[in-house]
């Protein structure tokens, strides 16, 4: 028989900042109990005390942040912290309007991960796949909508937010009905098909007094925050160029994004608009000339209607110039490139929505040295809808809101017409940093 030979010294140490005492007491209790007489009546007695315990909880005020003991020594990496989400009656309701691939694949499971927002509500025009999915995320059957019916949304107080996941043509309509429901709006992007659209869909939230956002996910994310705060700072000097990417071999089957109707063009606002807003966003200037070429692969069915692929170059009032490439028939390749005085950080890839890798290079004491940064690993969809739920309890406006969406479709014409024309085209001048932003996410999501 195992004999107790540890110290009671060792069992009364004072406990770490923040640590559970009753589970400390708990361990002590049953740790002794493992190696002493009397086993078999020491853990019954510790679970009736354990039992009594949840039956009189006490009640609780102020965020529900748990906390805990560090697992590592000082020398190690810091672990991550406990996930703390809202209690589910505060988190924000969601409707999610769209149950296509982006939902399904990605929305939807993110709200697995998020800590002020819920889904509530669907709306799409299949029926049989909306009872399914309603079913998988424990949505009321009378909080599924029809297209038709999409206005009766405005009957239901759970939903706070709707966000829209649809065709780019359909974004302009739903986010007016939205608004008239009286619904906050997150809607992907591209905010719409023209500068016109863009304005009215701002002019409706703001009438009807709710918040727009627009969903740039790679503003939340936290390596391209890293890398945003590296050139704001300018721990390289000055930036002197950016090389953006964003391409990738569409399927030959006539979806929706090959029909200019819907879509609104090709490649440039599905995929080219990543390198136009995430140079807008590393920088916080906008571009003062952009001049474009686009080219299409005659006899390919998928660029009957919308462009194949797209170069261009943004010019900044500080000097930076942009090359920016996309593509809709090229493998593969979303990153990017800054380069300043001294030293340079890659993305690579930049624009996915899992897997992303930053590197930085520079030369201190004339020595080339890489560094890679720890990627957080959030998902971008938590953090996006996380900071709407944000601005909806603490009434502030999104960090990317509607003028955000119609700045990127000003530049997008110009894009357009430069190619069109074959030549440069000026843009208005825009003096302040961060024109057309709102209030940065808090640091704990970046």
């Given amino acids: 028989m195992l004999q107790e030979n540890t110290s009671a010294a060792a069992f009364s140490e004072a406990p770490e900042p923040g640590y559970d005492e009753s589970r400390r007491q708990f361990i002590n209790h049953a740790g002794r109990g493992l190696l002493a007489v009397g086993v078999a009546t020491a853990l019954p007695i510790a679970a009736a005390e354990a039992a009594a315990a949840t039956n009189a909880l006490p009640p609780t005020t102020g965020p529900l942040d748990v906390k805990l003991p560090p697992l590592e020594a ?56 909306m009872a399914k999915v309603a079913k998988q995320y424990g949505i009321k059957p009378g909080s599924c909508y029809s297209y038709q019916t999409y206005d ?44 016109k659209e863009c304005e009215e869909m ?85 571009p003062t000339e952009v001049s474009a070429q686009i080219y299409s692969t005659p006899g390919d069915d998928r660029f009957k209607e919308i462009e194949e692929n797209v170069t261009f170059t943004l010019k900044f009032p500080s000097g930076v110039l942009a090359q920016c490439m996309t593509g809709y028939g090229s493998f593969n390749n979303k ?25 930085r290079i520079h030369a201190p004491n004339g020595k080339q040295v890489k560094e890679t940064p720890n990627d957080p690993g959030k998902d971008q969809f938590a953090l996006e809808m996380d900071h709407m739920a944000e601005c909806v309890r603490q009434n502030k406006t999104p960090y990317t809101p509607g003028e955000e969406g119609l700045q990127d479709q000003r530049i997008m014409e110009a894009i357009y017409q430069s190619a069109r024309e074959n030549k440069p085209v000026k843009l208005p001048a825009v003096a302040k940093p961060d024109a057309f932003r709102g209030e940065a996410p808090k640091e704990e999501e970046a």
């Avoid at 769209?98 to 819920?118: R, Y």
């Fill in 74 to 129: 000082p020398t190690d990496p810091k672990g991550a912290d406990p996930f703390n989400p809202d209690a589910p009656e505060r988190r924000v309701g969601y409707a999610i309007v769209g149950l296509g691939h982006l939902t399904l694949n990605e929305i939807l499971p993110a709200f697995g991960q998020s800590k002020h927002a819920k889904p509530v509500a669907l709306v799409s025009g299949d029926a049989d796949k």
């Fill in 152 to 195: 009766k949304i405005k009957d239901n107080p759970e939903v706070e937010v709707i966000y829209i996941v649809l065709p780019n043509a359909m974004h302009h309509e739903y986010v007016l009905r939205g608004a008239k429901a009286g619904k906050h709006i997150l809607c992907e992007k591209p905010m719409a098909n023209s500068v």
């Fill in 202 to 286: 701002i002019e409706a939230c703001k009438k009807a007094g709710k918040k727009l956002m627009i969903a740039y996910r790679i503003q939340y994310e936290p390596l391209n925050r890293m890398a945003q705060k590296a050139v704001r700072d300018k721990i390289y000097g000055a930036t002197k160029l950016i090389q953006m990417v964003n391409c990738q071999n569409q399927a030959h089957d006539q979806q929706w994004r090959h029909k200019k109707a819907l879509a609104g063009g090709g490649s440039l606002p599905d995929v080219g608009l990543y390198c136009l807003n995430t140079t807008r966003f590393l920088l916080g200037e906008e």
């Fill in 335 to 359: 990153s990017y490139a800054v380069f300043g005085e001294a030293g340079s950080i890659k993305m690579d890839p930049a624009f996915p929505y899992h897997g992303l890798h930053q590197e």
